[in-house]
């Protein structure tokens, strides 16, 4: 099993940026698949980006291509979300989870999640 902890959410105005950063517990945080997701209120949750466990491969939703960025350092057993050029829309609670098998963009399929950190961008 692996426990995930959220940090790096916080208050930006339309055009700046954040770093998220999704902490691991466990000895096996290079075994898992990573993403983050996203989740405005009234709305669903959705995908944003996920990431190999090598780190190796990529895969973004549209909205968010060439403004975010996500990585990983398995020696650190952390997963990165660099996003730059923030725009309103982007305001959610963001999550990082973690899967054992292949990359996927659907929340459910994902095992692990950790607590969310709010991201709030003002126009």
């Known amino acids: 099993q692996v426990q995930l902890v959220e940090s790096g959410g916080g208050l930006v105005q339309a055009g700046g940026s954040l770093r998220l950063s999704c902490a691991a517990s466990?000895?096996?945080?290079?075994?898992?698949?990573m993403g983050w997701f996203r989740q405005a209120p009234g709305k669903e949750r959705g995908f944003v980006a996920s990431?190999?466990?090598?780190?190796?491969?990529?895969d973004y939703t549209d909205s968010v291509k060439g403004r975010f960025t996500i990585s990983r350092d398995n020696s650190k057993k952390t997963v990165y979300l660099q996003m730059n050029n923030l725009r309103p829309e982007d305001t959610a609670v963001y999550y990082c989870?973690?899967?054992?098998?292949?990359?996927?963009?659907?929340?459910?399929?994902?095992?692990?999640w950790g607590q969310g950190t709010q991201v709030t961008v003002s126009s």
């Open positions: 989870a973690a899967r054992a098998d292949g990359m996927d963009r659907l929340p459910t399929h994902y095992a692990y």
């Open positions: 466990g000895r096996t945080f290079s075994s898992y698949v």
């Open positions: 990431i190999s466990r090598a780190g190796g491969i990529t």
